[in-house]
């Protein structure tokens, strides 16, 4: 399918303000491929389709995974619609015709993220976060900023933050989630190590 097509499909079965979402992740994602020299047409493609299973009611999701043989976690299991992550990526596969694994995999680990993470994973991920609709999360400004010089970084910043808010309001943390912020402040822990090596060097 190409894109429009899915454009008009995804309008059919998001409600308004997802579909709104949606555009602005996309676009987002798009600039975001610009400026680090990602394949802006994967990113616009997984930003079109990332959320094209959150509509769906969540016990409803439940029961399409099991439909599917999609493994559901204990996590998921307290907190359904951490699957439209999943679901999503099987839809993208099976009902919008996308094959490449890159676009399947940034779709399937939007929500939680995943340690090692791939450019097109932490674009989309970046993406959902700031788009321009999005306007509750602390800092928006600074992260929006940042997104366009350091993945990584940017990474972390979100993840501590989501952290926080899933502590605060007592929710089910997916231990993705956890592992995936341990991943990258040891990535950006050792690169700084690095950094000091290197200034020692010119002293
Ligand atoms: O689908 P969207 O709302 O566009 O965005 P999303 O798929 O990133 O979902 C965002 C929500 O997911 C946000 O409120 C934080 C929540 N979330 C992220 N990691 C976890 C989580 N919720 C739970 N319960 N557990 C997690 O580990
Ligand atoms: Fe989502
Ligand atoms: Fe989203």
């Not at 097509?5 to 600039?31: I, Q, S």
């Not at 079109?48 to 996590?75: F, G, M, T």
């Not at 919008?96 to 994973?121: F, K, S």
């Not at 501590?160 to 990258?184: C, G, R, V």
Request: include cysteine.
């Amino acid at each position: 399918m190409n894109r429009l097509d899915m454009e008009k499909a995804l309008k059919k079965v998001l409600d308004k303000e997802r579909f709104r979402h949606t555009m602005g992740v996309m676009y987002t994602a798009a600039g975001l491929a610009m400026a680090h020299g990602a394949d802006m047409d994967k990113a616009l493609c997984a930003g079109l389709l990332h959320d094209c299973a959150k509509c769906i009611p969540n016990d409803r999701k439940l029961q399409l995974c099991i439909k599917y043989n999609i493994e559901v976690s204990r996590a998921e299991q307290k907190s359904p619609f951490l699957l439209h992550a999943k679901l999503g990526a099987y839809f993208a596969k099976e009902k919008y015709g996308v094959t490449d694994p890159e676009i399947l995999q940034a779709i399937r680990v939007h929500t939680t993220g995943v340690p090692n993470m791939g450019t097109l994973d932490k674009i989309i991920y970046i993406a959902d976060y700031m788009e321009p609709n999005r306007d509750k999360a602390p800092g928006l400004d600074k992260v929006r900023a940042l997104a366009f010089r350091d993945l990584d970084e940017t990474m972390l910043v979100i993840l501590e933050d989501t952290l926080a808010y899933l502590k605060e309001s007592q929710e089910e943390i997916d231990p993705l989630t956890a592992t995936t912020y341990e991943y990258f402040k040891k990535c950006i822990g050792h690169e700084h190590e690095d950094e000091e090596e290197d200034e020692l060097k010119w002293l």
